[in-house]
Protein backbone atom coordinates (compact mmCIF):
# COMPACT_ATOMS: atom_id res chain seq x y z
CA UNK A 1 0.00 0.00 0.00
CA UNK A 2 1.60 3.28 -1.15
CA UNK A 3 1.56 6.36 1.21
CA UNK A 4 0.25 9.53 -0.26
CA UNK A 5 3.03 11.80 0.21
CA UNK A 6 3.28 14.18 3.43
CA UNK A 7 2.85 18.47 2.69
CA UNK A 8 6.47 19.98 3.32
CA UNK A 9 5.75 22.14 6.42
CA UNK A 10 8.50 24.64 5.16
CA UNK A 11 6.41 25.29 2.30
CA UNK A 12 3.05 25.50 4.54
CA UNK A 13 4.80 28.07 6.52
CA UNK A 14 6.07 30.37 3.49
CA UNK A 15 3.06 30.24 1.93
CA UNK A 16 1.36 31.65 5.34
CA UNK A 17 3.95 34.16 5.18
CA UNK A 18 3.32 34.84 1.60
CA UNK A 19 -0.39 35.30 2.59
CA UNK A 20 -0.08 37.39 5.74
CA UNK A 21 2.24 39.65 3.62
CA UNK A 22 -0.32 40.51 0.75
CA UNK A 23 -2.96 40.98 3.07
CA UNK A 24 -0.75 43.52 4.96
CA UNK A 25 -0.17 44.87 1.32
CA UNK A 26 -3.69 45.00 0.82
CA UNK A 27 -4.41 47.09 4.15
CA UNK A 28 -1.60 49.47 2.64
CA UNK A 29 -3.51 49.59 -0.38
CA UNK A 30 -6.59 50.55 1.48
CA UNK A 31 -4.80 53.86 3.73
CA UNK A 32 -3.58 54.63 0.54
CA UNK A 33 -6.41 54.97 -1.53
CA UNK A 34 -8.25 56.27 1.43
CA UNK A 35 -5.77 59.65 1.25
CA UNK A 36 -5.89 59.73 -2.63
CA UNK A 37 -9.87 60.31 -2.46
CA UNK A 38 -9.62 62.01 0.60
CA UNK A 39 -7.02 64.65 -0.87
CA UNK A 40 -9.40 64.24 -4.31
CA UNK A 41 -12.56 64.92 -3.29
CA UNK A 42 -11.30 67.87 -0.68
CA UNK A 43 -9.66 69.93 -3.47
CA UNK A 44 -12.30 69.18 -5.65
CA UNK A 45 -15.02 70.15 -3.50
CA UNK A 46 -13.40 73.29 -2.10
CA UNK A 47 -12.86 74.81 -5.84
CA UNK A 48 -8.90 74.31 -5.28
CA UNK A 49 -8.57 72.20 -8.16
CA UNK A 50 -9.88 70.75 -11.19
CA UNK A 51 -10.47 67.09 -10.79
CA UNK A 52 -7.69 65.96 -12.95
CA UNK A 53 -5.08 68.18 -11.22
CA UNK A 54 -6.71 67.06 -7.66
CA UNK A 55 -6.16 62.79 -9.05
CA UNK A 56 -2.50 63.88 -9.40
CA UNK A 57 -2.09 65.24 -6.42
CA UNK A 58 -3.94 62.39 -4.32
CA UNK A 59 -2.44 59.84 -6.35
CA UNK A 60 1.00 61.22 -5.42
CA UNK A 61 0.04 61.89 -1.74
CA UNK A 62 -1.47 57.81 -1.45
CA UNK A 63 1.83 56.95 -3.21
CA UNK A 64 3.59 58.38 -0.40
CA UNK A 65 1.74 56.33 1.99
CA UNK A 66 1.90 53.60 -0.03
CA UNK A 67 5.68 53.43 0.11
CA UNK A 68 6.09 54.39 3.74
CA UNK A 69 3.56 52.11 5.13
CA UNK A 70 4.78 49.42 2.59
CA UNK A 71 8.44 49.73 3.52
CA UNK A 72 7.92 49.29 7.27
CA UNK A 73 4.78 46.97 7.53
CA UNK A 74 4.89 44.55 4.46
CA UNK A 75 7.79 44.55 2.94
CA UNK A 76 10.41 45.57 6.50
CA UNK A 77 12.78 46.45 4.11
CA UNK A 78 16.19 47.35 5.24
CA UNK A 79 16.88 48.61 1.45
CA UNK A 80 18.06 52.21 1.29
CA UNK A 81 15.89 54.82 0.58
CA UNK A 82 18.17 56.04 -2.11
CA UNK A 83 17.94 52.47 -3.80
CA UNK A 84 13.71 51.81 -2.88
CA UNK A 85 12.68 55.06 -4.02
CA UNK A 86 13.56 54.85 -7.52
CA UNK A 87 12.42 51.38 -7.58
CA UNK A 88 9.22 51.94 -6.03
CA UNK A 89 8.28 54.80 -8.54
CA UNK A 90 9.05 52.44 -11.28
CA UNK A 91 6.95 50.24 -10.24
CA UNK A 92 4.44 52.38 -9.72
CA UNK A 93 4.50 53.88 -13.07
CA UNK A 94 4.31 50.62 -14.84
CA UNK A 95 0.91 50.05 -12.45
CA UNK A 96 -0.11 53.30 -13.86
CA UNK A 97 0.07 52.52 -17.23
CA UNK A 98 -1.07 49.26 -16.81
CA UNK A 99 -4.38 50.79 -15.32
CA UNK A 100 -4.43 53.31 -18.21
CA UNK A 101 -4.31 50.28 -20.69
CA UNK A 102 -6.51 48.40 -19.20
CA UNK A 103 -9.32 51.29 -18.40
CA UNK A 104 -8.85 52.62 -22.51
CA UNK A 105 -9.10 48.79 -23.82
CA UNK A 106 -12.46 47.66 -21.42
CA UNK A 107 -14.22 51.30 -21.10
CA UNK A 108 -13.27 52.33 -24.81
CA UNK A 109 -12.95 48.95 -26.67
CA UNK A 110 -15.50 46.64 -24.95
CA UNK A 111 -17.78 48.94 -23.50
CA UNK A 112 -17.73 48.49 -19.93
CA UNK A 113 -19.17 50.54 -17.35
CA UNK A 114 -16.22 52.42 -15.94
CA UNK A 115 -16.42 51.10 -12.46
CA UNK A 116 -16.63 47.64 -13.51
CA UNK A 117 -13.48 48.43 -15.72
CA UNK A 118 -12.04 50.37 -12.70
CA UNK A 119 -12.49 47.38 -10.66
CA UNK A 120 -10.78 44.34 -13.04
CA UNK A 121 -7.95 47.12 -13.67
CA UNK A 122 -7.16 47.36 -9.75
CA UNK A 123 -7.26 43.88 -9.48
CA UNK A 124 -4.53 43.24 -12.23
CA UNK A 125 -2.86 46.40 -10.58
CA UNK A 126 -2.62 45.19 -6.96
CA UNK A 127 -0.98 41.78 -7.90
CA UNK A 128 1.31 43.64 -10.39
CA UNK A 129 2.42 45.90 -7.63
CA UNK A 130 2.32 43.56 -5.06
CA UNK A 131 5.03 40.91 -6.83
CA UNK A 132 7.34 44.17 -8.35
CA UNK A 133 7.74 45.33 -5.10
CA UNK A 134 8.57 42.37 -3.09
CA UNK A 135 10.97 40.89 -5.78
CA UNK A 136 12.74 44.05 -6.59
CA UNK A 137 11.71 47.37 -4.73
CA UNK A 138 12.23 46.02 -1.03
CA UNK A 139 14.03 42.98 -1.81
CA UNK A 140 16.45 41.39 0.60
CA UNK A 141 19.69 41.91 -1.12
CA UNK A 142 22.55 39.19 -0.48
CA UNK A 143 25.42 40.08 0.98
CA UNK A 144 28.64 40.59 -0.99
CA UNK A 145 30.45 36.84 -1.15
CA UNK A 146 27.77 35.12 -0.42
CA UNK A 147 25.74 32.22 -2.18
CA UNK A 148 22.26 32.88 -3.44
CA UNK A 149 22.02 29.82 -1.47
CA UNK A 150 23.20 30.90 2.22
CA UNK A 151 21.92 34.28 1.79
CA UNK A 152 18.52 33.38 1.21
CA UNK A 153 18.01 35.64 -1.67
CA UNK A 154 16.75 34.01 -4.89
Known sequence: MAREPRADPWEAAALAA????????????????????????????????????????????????????????TYASARPHAEATWRFGIVAAIGFGLTWLIMAGLTRGLGLPYLAAQVLATGVVVFWNFLGHRVWTFAVRPAPGLSEEVSGAR
Open 18 to 73: LARQFLSYVGVSLAALAVHYALLAALVETGRADPVRAALAGYLAGAVVSYGLNRRL
